[in-house]
């Protein structure tokens, strides 16, 4: 991992973004980290059942929405 360190950095040089909250009148200490994209998990079929279970159980049927929406213009 790369790092960069820099103190006494002046404060007039850093972006408008970093300089809320500090005080003007100082310098300021610059550490900066490149960071290694995490792994990402792909879920295993049974989790993905699992949530789709959980979706299906809160009722939210789309195509019935709709019927009920289209319904309520017929007279």
Do not use: C
């Not at 610059?30 to 159980?57: M, N």
């Amino acid at each position: 991992m790369n790092k960069i360190v820099r103190d006494h950095y002046p404060f007039s040089k850093l972006p408008d973004d970093l300089r809320r909250g500090l005080d003007p009148t100082k310098d300021v200490r610059i550490v900066l980290e490149q960071v290694e994209a995490e792994e990402r998990q792909i879920p295993s079929l049974e989790e993905l059942r699992a949530l789709r279970a959980r979706f299906k159980e809160a009722g939210d049927d789309p195509a019935e929405r709709i019927r009920k929406l289209r319904d309520e213009w017929d007279v």
